[in-house]
Each structure stands twice: as C-alpha cells, then as structure tokens.
C-alpha cells in the first residue's frame, strides 16, 4: 500500500543483488592466501594492481565506512585498539577503525585481518591521507611507497601541470618496477591498457547516472542507495569486465527509471545535498528525513569518485568537468602512456577538499544548482577531516544564493564518538519545520 502523501511510483532496485555478489567477491579476494595484499592505494580512477597476476589492493575509506556501518560495537572496539596505542580521537575514524583491526587479528565477521604485504598511503589534500601508511607499515616491516599529490595556487599554468604529470609518473613507474622486483611479480602492460579502457566506460556509465540524477524529478535514485555501490570498480577493486558491466546494468536501470517516474522517493518534495561523506554508522538519517518527502542527492565527494564533478556546459547541458591534462584519446602504445592517462597534474577540479577561490566560495553553490536542490546539510566535523576547511564561508554563499543550509557535529564520517544522534534528528525536525513541512503520516 502506497504511503500518505506519495505521488510517485516506487519499485526495489533491481541491481541490488548484483552489487551484493561482486562485494563478497571483492572480500573473498583480499582474504586469498594467495594474494600479495597492499594497503592504500595511488590512484582511485583504474585497478593498475590487477596488471599484476596476484596483487590486491585494499583503500581504509570503504573498508573503515563499512565496518561503522555494520556493527558499532565492532567499531569502537577497533579505535579503542588503536587508542590505547597511542592514536589519539584526532586522527581519521577510517584509520583507527582499520587500525584497530588489525591490532585486535581480527575483522567485523570474525575472519583473520588479511596480512598486508606493502602500503601505499592515497595522495589527497585530506590532512591524514598521507599519514595512512605510518602504524601499517610500523606493525610489521614492509614497503611503503609514496604518491605525490601536486598543487599550486593561482592561474593555470599548463607547462608547470607538464611537468607535475612527469613528476608524478616517474612516482608510478618506480613503484610497479618495485613491486616487480620484490614480489616476483611481472607487470602485463596489455592488462593495464585493457584496465584503462574499461574504467572509460565505468567512468561514462557512472556519469550518465549523477546527471539522470541532477536532472529528473523526482530522482530515480537517492544517494543512500548510491552510496552502497559507488565505490565497485573504483576504491573496492572488481574485475574490470564485471565493472563495465554492473555500471552498465545501472545506468540502464536508472535511466529507465528516470523515463518512466519510478520515484527514489516517492512523495519527494525537498531536495538537498551535502559536502562530506554521511556518518557511516548512523545512515538512518537518510530514511527519517524520507518522512518528510526529503531526498538527498549526494555531495561533490560521493560524485567524485565515479563520475567526476559536473559542470553545466554553455548549451545548458550537464557533463564533466574535465582537467585531465592528456586527453583521453591519446594512444596507448607504452606503459608510460598508460600511466600518464591515468594521472592528473593535481587536484585542480571543483572538489570538497581544493582551497582556491573558486571552490571555497563557489562550488557548493554550483553543485546544489546542478541538482535543482533545495537546502544543504553540511557536517562540522572535529577531527580528522582537512575537507571541511572554509566550510562556513560556503554555507554562507548558499544561504546568500536562496538555499537553506543546517550545520551538524560530529566527530569524523568513520568514528561515531561525538554524533548526537537524537539531537542530529531533532535538528532535522526543526530543520524541516522551517521549510514548512511536517512528517507524512505512516
């Protein structure tokens, strides 16, 4: 029976079983004997680690978010591990929780913590990125490489951005040559430049999904429901051709949904972004504002990763907003090339974490245009967090541009510690309140 108040259809998501599938074999990989396990990540954009016959790479973000989503207890029995060693409530609740994992032997469903064999910290201006390899590295004695991420303030200038390309692929090619020699491993260049020509179609697939999004009404799908896929083929690694072909059964199922009204909620009548990753432990807050008819479309973080930020185009249509250097046609003859393609100078794109002008005062407000939004939620994170720097001054530029902007604290997306979870939803009530709204009946 359809809820008071609903004016569209609404129907399961027909994916979601496919997803379900590709994750558990995602943790069945990591946890193979067989594997030569790393911790972190160089690139978000391609699988580079599958060019290697028996390299898997595991990144702290989805790993310490799902562990916060599935069992709290699990969580804070992980930070206190790693609290008790010293890591302070500052540092990142992604890096205590995996921390403490590995202190404590153990994962969320009892399973040995698979070994890590290397650490490769993921370079982003997030102030403890850099600092993921440290206590991996430190608990038992093994290869760290470093990526560095380039950055320079002021005009574009596309020779200096050259040469940060060049810098930044001499770093890519000494770790693969490294991992060669010391893993026994022999990196298949055809593999790579296979791997690079699925993610271009992962990429399209998953951009044409944020801008179905952005521009029907009511959305096909809520970032609740993306947020329990977006990472499959980018952070959680997949087989490149099961990438392409999940994204493409999204797309294609998203875009029919958007055709025919098939609602994500379906008495939508306020939508609202965020800035941030959610507070993985307490998702519920993405249903309890569905009373109201509220759906959120996401944020620049959560479009990043797959589909890159968006941009309107002079004809008023929606694409990507591309600063990638090479373009991505370029041939793909050597292995150089290969790496080249899949590195950007440095994070000179509208994202949550760039500190020019632009993105402290302007992005945000771009973003909720783009998806016809009505309001913004916006987290104050305390601690290990660099994203929210100037966080103020763009719920001011909101606010200025007509959009209604709440503020909530809470400690870091990945640790639950400071969340007030009945206040958050009694601001989300007085929130709504403002707008004029009052919950739907059940």
């Known amino acids: 029976m359809a809820n008071k108040g609903q004016l569209w259809e609404t129907r399961p998501l027909e994916f979601w079983a496919r997803a379900k599938e590709l994750r558990a074999g995602w943790q069945q990989s990591i946890e193979s004997k067989e594997q030569v396990v790393g911790q972190g990540n160089i690139l978000a954009i391609a699988d580079w680690s599958r060019a290697f016959p028996d390299v898997t790479l595991v990144e702290d973000n989805p790993a310490g978010s799902m562990i916060a989503s599935q069992s709290s207890p699990f969580a804070r029995k992980c930070r206190l591990a790693s609290e008790i060693r010293g890591w302070g409530r500052e540092i990142c609740g992604y890096q205590n929780t995996c921390w403490g994992s590995q202190f404590l032997g153990y994962q969320v469903d009892g399973s040995p913590f698979p070994e890590r064999r290397f ?26 490489w470093m990526m560095d991420q380039c950055v320079y303030l002021g005009p574009r200038d596309e020779a200096r951005e050259e040469a940060m390309i060049e810098h930044r692929a001499f ?81 294609d199922e998203v875009a029919w949904r958007a055709e025919n009204q ?63 250097y090479y373009p991505k046609d370029t041939p793909l ?20 974490h760039k500190m020019d002008e632009f993105i402290r005062h302007h992005a945000l407000v771009e ?36 959009y209604s902007v709440m503020f909530y604290e809470g400690s870091q997306p990945g640790d639950r510690t400071d969340l007030d979870e009945k206040r958050f939803l009694e601001q989300l009530d007085t929130w709504m309140e403002t707008q004029g709204l009052e919950k739907y009946a059940e």
């Open 119 to 144: 650490v490769v910290p993921l370079p982003c201006l997030c102030d403890q990125h850099t600092k993921r390899g440290q206590q991996v590295r430190d608990y038992e004695p093994v290869p760290q």
């Open 171 to 251: 770093s890519m090619l000494r770790q693969i040559n490294d991992i060669e020699r010391l893993f026994g491993q022999q990196f298949d260049d055809e593999k790579f430049h296979d791997l690079l020509t699925a993610y271009s179609l992962v990429d399209q697939y998953s951009r044409d999904i944020s801008v179905f999004m952005a521009n029907t009404k009511p959305t096909p799908l809520s970032i609740k429901d993306y947020y329990s896929v977006y990472t499959l083929g980018s952070l959680t690694k997949i087989d490149p051709d099961d990438a392409v072909n999940f994204w493409k059964l999204v797309r």
């Open 262 to 324: 098939i609602a994500a909620v379906g008495n939508e009548r306020f939508r609202w972004i965020e800035a941030h990753p959610p507070s993985w432990h307490f998702l519920k807050y993405y249903r309890y504002m569905e009373q109201y008819g509220a759906v959120c479309l996401g944020s620049q973080y959560a479009h990043r990763v797959t589909a890159g930020c968006l941009e309107r185009k002079p004809d008023g249509t929606l694409d990507r907003r591309n600063m990638l």
């Open 333 to 352: 003859v050597t292995r150089e090339d290969g790496v080249r393609i899949c590195l950007t100078p440095d994070v000179r794109y509208p994202h949550h």
């Open 367 to 402: 973003f909720a245009d783009i998806f016809q939004a009505d309001g913004a939620l916006l987290a104050g994170w305390r601690c290990g967090v660099g994203c929210t720097l100037t966080r103020k001054e763009q719920a001011m530029r909101l606010r200025k541009a007509g």
